[in-house]
């Protein structure tokens, strides 16, 4: 298992993409679920990395596919992953099994590098790449929604975050893993949309990231990174 990995982290009924290899409090033992480089899904405490509670092959994928990144959808509590073949799966946490949702996308996910995270105000899933892609998602029926303006300006757009929904807003953040930087996609509270692809720099993460850097924010836990490494 490598260092770091794509991880999903589960408190109160609401999951959501995390990471492993930076810190920002919350709960030590929320359940958390993590995609090994090998193609399995562990689960462990948040506290505790290094005691695994659950370790299954996923099932289901396409010959030669794997899972680039993870998410749960809040309004269904279901774990949701990114194919490398365009396709979307749902995924079952204690078994591995993993459904397709859906068919290929169109467009296809294009770049090595992807970060999906669910907007709780529209229930649609947000995909964006080291390549600048920004493209909106159908749970429900895997197809791309729209494809929106790429991200810019950004080196290497690598994982996205909503902030928790309030008042029906939410605001999308994002890493660039080349300049090191938490960034903003779109305006606060979503205005102007991040539909429109426009990045505006946060700040310093304080550490380096490397491309396989993940984000989440949630107004419990915080907001944790992951590098792998």
Do not use: W
């Not at 030590?28 to 659950?54: E, Q």
């Not at 996923?58 to 998410?71: M, P, Y």
């Not at 892609?133 to 197809?143: C, H, K, M, Y």
């Not at 946060?202 to 993940?214: F, K």
Request: proline residues 4%; glycine residues 16%.
């Amino acid at each position: 298992m490598k260092k770091g990995f794509l991880i999903a982290l589960g408190l109160a009924g609401v999951c959501l993409l995390t990471g492993c290899g930076g810190g920002g409090g919350g709960d030590s033992s929320a359940a958390t679920y993590g995609v090994t480089d090998t193609g399995r899904l562990v689960k462990f405490k948040l506290g505790s990395p290094g005691h695994i509670d659950r370790n299954v092959v996923i099932s289901g994928l396409e010959g030669g596919e794997s899972i680039l990144a993870i998410d749960f959808r809040a309004s269904n509590g279901l774990l949701y992953g990114l194919g490398s073949t365009s396709r979307l799966y749902a995924i079952d946490p204690a078994t591995g099994e993993a459904a397709a949702v859906g068919g290929v996308m169109s467009p296809l996910i294009s770049g090595q590098y992807f970060g999906i995270d669910f907007n709780e105000v529209t229930d649609e899933l947000r995909l964006v790449s080291d390549t600048e892609q920004n493209l909106r998602i159908d749970p429900d029926t895997g197809a791309v929604i729209n494809v929106e303006t790429p991200v810019s300006p950004v080196e290497s757009l690598v994982a996205c975050a909503y902030t928790p929904a309030s008042g029906g807003l939410t605001t999308l953040y994002g890493i660039d893993a080349f300049s090191n930087k938490l960034v903003r996609i779109g305006g606060l509270n979503g205005t102007p949309s991040p539909d429109l692809g426009e990045v505006t720099e946060v700040g310093s993460l304080g550490h380096n990231a490397v491309a396989d850097t993940e984000l989440d924010i949630h107004a419990e836990v915080g907001a944790v990174f992951c590098t792998n490494s």
